[in-house]
């Protein structure tokens, strides 16, 4: 499995922005997905992970009613829509994955890991 991160960039606070992660693997909707996020001096975090089916998502709680995790299983794609922009959303973004049903929350469960995209949010 190989993932690959795009879309990253320097924006405005209160802009948006979207980032994808392509994956190359022969049925994509059979692998749970993950939007991690490591900021300098920082531990990395979860940002939003979704299911297979893209049936089931969560996010953490600095990003809820802010950002939207979706998927299209045709494209092998993963998306992450990110509004209104904080400065402290600033961090490489990685995309992650894991052959499972349902959901995966934490880093140790995810077995495939793209490089990062990095997101910069100016004030």
């Known amino acids: 499995v190989q993932l690959q991160a795009f879309g990253g960039g320097l924006v405005q606070a209160g802009d948006s922005l979207r980032v994808s992660c392509v994956a190359t693997?022969?049925?994509?909707?059979?692998?749970?997905m993950g939007w991690f996020r490591q900021a300098p001096g920082k531990d990395r975090e979860l940002v939003a992970a979704i299911s297979g089916s893209g049936g089931s998502t969560t996010y953490a709680d600095s990003v809820k009613g802010r950002f939207t995790i979706s998927r299209d299983n045709a494209k092998n794609t993963m998306y992450l829509q990110m509004n209104s922009l904080k400065v402290e959303d600033t961090a490489v973004y990685c995309c992650?994955?894991?052959?499972?049903?349902?959901?995966?929350?934490?880093?140790?469960?995810?077995?495939?890991w793209g490089q990062g995209t990095q997101v910069t949010v100016s004030s």
């Open positions: 693997v022969r049925t994509f909707s059979v692998y749970a």
């Open positions: 992650a994955a894991v052959r499972r049903f349902g959901i995966a929350t934490h880093a140790y469960e995810f077995d495939y």
